[in-house]
């Protein structure tokens, strides 16, 4: 029996888990995997793995990550070669910039469209950029596949560029089985650098299509199902860790056919499931899975066999169905707990109307969820692989009905729960309590030897119907920019502390004008620090942006910026930063009240006794003395001695009064500083 449950418990546990562990987790792995790489929206810790920015924007670096890529993405590469060279060409001497990139390991399977600077251009047939103001540069576009059966298993064999760097590009530079792109820039005249090389030369990105996927039977093509990509990820006999035995092949087929139907959308019809993904190598394999299984709303198990079985988001009705003389114990309760409820979900996926990169469909709502419990704030869901709105929506159908189930139920079953073993779904019929041949899924399955204990959530098969009414509107399609006026700039349109979520953070939300490409980035820093920390991105619409800080220190007084950067580039300050400085973070801003002299006695040269009653409520923290010189007023005066953090009812404080004399005051504060009314103790001269 093939053991792939050890490969999962490897995953799950990490590579230094001990045989024990992992022979434990394999055991029960059929009933597990589910949760362990089918989290959807409610995973603690999301699927890993690079974002569209970061796959579109050129990497500069010796450490960078190899990618491949699956299906249709768009993509830039890490720069492996850049340098000038004078070269010979009909025009006579020509000085000209080459920029060989590492885009796909594992090779890509054809170019749809070329991106200079986020922006599309057209090409002649020899690849020359004929779109302005580029053309005038002569700038020149290729790429090799990488692919061993296309003739361009050496990606970096470039024969003018071998040619013009000789002993330095060398037939030796193969770049065997990586897709690149060459791109080479010709030098221009004076006034014509700002106008094509205002910055340099211009990021180059493709709209690609990626390595041919593995399929049962060692079947190899380029394709944009999930399941068949899945399939690859896992068990590719270069990339992957299992092998094709280890694969349930019926299984990967009926996901594969269900991706394929022909769901409604608007004009017509689409396929049911598709997706791109651009993934490391060094990237947690589960994560990948997960990605690809969440885009087409799938589930994986382990079967009867031991083998890797998977299914697509695709209603089938239970097989199995328990009644009331088949349990022996139940336990039965609403489906969620009130704190765990999401209302709404808005998804984040690649839309190629905004040139391929990330952006969010429309919100869906749990219409039924709201009715029974209010709407919640909404939450986001990552489904990166995804490439059509509706299909993201659809998604957040499947996954709100399964975060909001109206039912859950444990039973024990005698030997009739041996029937559930390697089911999915069961249908419960229990007419006493309302129900008559209700779907559940089977969330859990254990045997002790005597009985059979299975967790069970009630399942809702409406939420994988789908019409055209449900897709919501696509985003716009991106404009063009104006190179010879671009716009950088950044509003504050709402900066708080929040002080009612645990510990105090600063929440700064705007809007944004820039090119193309360029995102809205927000930093802090404690007042006088010199270095700045990026803010976290939280979901905002279409140039606009919201963040916020990490906790912060209570009673601190921080700055904040924002600024227009490239995406995947956020460290780059595309226009001038918008500052707000003094901003003071405090938790609790109820000051105490002010504390009451029960008795006070003193002269100069002597000692001060005082008995005070505090302000014992929530907004209290402690009490502290001050002085000043005989006859002062409390503007002069300083702390003297320590805090006093006594609760009880009558707290007695003494020091020692100058010779020269003192006058005193008391003075109550909470537990982020903020202070109450003075109380005089008295003068002592």
């Not at 299906?71 to 000038?84: D, P």
């Not at 349109?493 to 995102?519: H, K, N, Q």
Request: glycine share 10%.
């Amino acid at each position: 029996m093939p053991q792939v449950g050890a490969f999962f418990a490897t995953a799950i546990l990490g590579p230094g888990a001990s045989a024990t562990a992992i022979g434990i987790v394999g055991g029960i792995v059929n009933t597990l995997i589910g949760a362990a790489i089918n989290l959807a929206v409610a995973k603690a810790n999301q699927p890993k793995g690079p974002r569209p920015s970061e796959i579109t924007t050129e990497v500069r670096g010796s450490s960078s990550k190899r990618i491949r890529h699956l299906g249709r993405v768009r993509a830039s590469g890490t720069v492996a070669f850049a340098e000038w060279a004078r070269v010979t060409d009909s025009g006579g001497f020509q000085r000209r910039f080459y920029k060989l990139l590492l885009v796909a390991d594992g090779g890509m399977s054809n170019v749809i469209q070329w991106y200079l600077d986020g922006q599309p251009v057209s090409v002649d047939s020899s690849g020359y950029v004929t779109t302005e103001p580029w053309s005038k540069g002569n700038i020149r576009l290729r790429w090799r596949s990488g692919i061993q059966a296309s003739g361009q298993w050496d990606g970096g064999q470039y024969a003018d560029m071998i040619s013009a760097f000789p002993g330095y590009w060398t037939t030796d530079h193969k770049c065997r089985g990586i897709g690149t792109i060459c791109a080479t820039f010709d030098a221009v005249e004076g006034e014509d650098i700002s106008e094509v090389y205002s910055g340099g030369e211009p990021e180059v990105s493709a709209l690609i299509d990626g390595a041919e996927a593995l399929w049962v039977s060692d079947d190899y093509a380029n394709t944009r199902n999930p399941a068949r990509q899945l399939y690859d990820v896992l068990c590719n006999p270069i990339y992957g860790a299992l092998s094709q035995d280890d694969m349930n092949d019926g299984s990967f087929g009926t996901a594969r056919t269900n991706c394929l139907d022909a769901v409604p959308t608007d004009g017509g019809t689409r396929e049911r499931y598709q997706s791109g993904i651009s993934f490391a190598l060094s990237d947690p394999m589960k994560d990948t899975a997960q990605k690809l299984l969440d885009a087409m709303g799938g589930r994986a198990w382990i079967d009867l066999d031991g083998r890797l079985s998977v299914e697509a988001g695709v209603w089938t009705a239970p097989t199995v169905t328990i009644e009331e003389r088949h349990i022996h114990e139940m336990e039965y309760g609403a489906g969620t707990e009130r704190i765990s409820r999401v209302t709404n979900l808005i998804p984040s996926y690649v839309a190629p109307q905004v040139r391929w990169q990330e952006t969010t469909a429309d919100e869906w709502e749990d219409a039924d969820a709201i009715a029974l419990w209010g709407e919640g704030e909404p939450k986001s869901l990552d489904l990166l692989a995804v490439q059509h709105h509706g299909q993201a929506r659809h998604l957040c159908k499947q996954q709100i009905a399964q975060m909001n189930p109206r039912r859950k139920m444990t039973l024990t079953l005698g030997a009739f729960g041996l029937r559930l073993l390697g089911e999915r779904r069961v249908a419960i019929h229990i007419p006493r309590i309302g129900l008559s041949n209700v779907p559940f899924w089977i969330n859990s399955w254990s045997f002790d030897g005597q009985n059979v204990t299975v967790n069970v959530t009630e399942a809702d098969p409406s939420s994988y119907n789908w019409t055209a009414g449900e897709e919501g509107d696509p985003p716009a399609d991106a404009e063009d920019y104006d190179r010879d006026n671009p716009t950088f700039s950044t509003t504050i349109d709402s900066l708080v502390v929040v002080t009612d979520d645990g510990p105090p953070y600063i929440r700064v939300a705007g809007t944004y004008a820039a090119e193309w490409g360029y995102v809205g980035m927000m930093q802090y820093r404690r007042t006088g620090a010199s270095e700045w920390t990026d803010g976290i991105r939280e979901t905002s619409g279409a140039n606009a942006y919201r963040f916020r800080s990490n906790p912060l220190e209570d009673g601190g007084t921080y700055q904040v910026r924002t600024y227009v950067a490239p995406g995947g580039q956020t460290w780059k300050q595309a226009s001038t930063p918008v500052v707000v400085s003094d901003i003071d973070v405090v938790a609790n801003s109820t000051a105490p009240d002010a504390p009451v002299v029960v008795s006070e006695s003193g002269a100069a040269g002597g000692t001060l006794t005082v008995t005070f009653v505090p302000d014992l409520g929530v907004n209290y923290s402690n009490t502290r003395l001050y002085r000043s010189a005989a006859g002062g007023v409390f503007a002069d005066a300083v702390q003297d001695g320590n805090a006093n953090y006594a609760t009880s009812s009558d707290v007695t404080m003494t020091r020692a009064i100058p010779g020269g004399g003192a006058k005193y005051w008391l003075r109550s504060f909470n537990s982020s500083g903020v202070a109450s009314a003075t109380t005089l103790v008295g003068n002592y001269p």
